[in-house]
């Protein structure tokens, strides 16, 4: 059974960075996509970026786009979310997802895979 294992949550200040992995296990699908989401208490899971092999391409909500970076480590089966320039509007609690092939989409009902989420809190 697949499992999405998320570290490197935390606490910074505005301006600061952070950076999310997210460990695949039981993951060995080629050509797939895994993504990342986020979730504000009261709010719905909004889409945040989405890293495809294959192509390599990688996609971001406009709200992160020029701050925000995803990538893959196909051989460690991990992806990572490189946060800079942090606003306290990126607060939330971040969800690694992935697909078993190489879709995906803005909504959450368009990924097999979840993780549990870690907490990224942004102060000013």
């Known amino acids: 059974r697949v499992q999405l294992v998320e570290s490197g949550g935390g606490s910074v200040q505005a301006g600061g960075s952070l950076r999310l992995s997210c460990l695949a296990s039981?993951?060995?699908?080629?050509?797939?996509?895994m993504g990342w989401f986020r979730q504000s208490p009261g709010q719905e899971r909004e889409w945040v970026a989405a890293a495809c092999t294959g192509r390599g391409d990688t996609y971001y909500a406009d709200s992160v786009k020029g701050r925000f970076t995803a990538s893959q480590d196909n051989d460690a089966n991990t992806l990572y979310l490189e946060m800079n320039n942090l606003k306290p509007e990126d607060t939330g609690t971040y969800y690694c997802?992935?697909?078993?092939?190489?879709?995906?989409?803005?909504?959450?009902?368009?990924?097999?895979?979840w993780g549990q989420g870690p907490q990224v809190t942004v102060s000013l």
């Open positions: 039981e993951y060995t699908y080629t050509n797939q996509c």
């Open positions: 997802a992935a697909n078993r092939g190489s879709y995906w989409g803005q909504k959450p009902a368009a990924w097999d895979h």
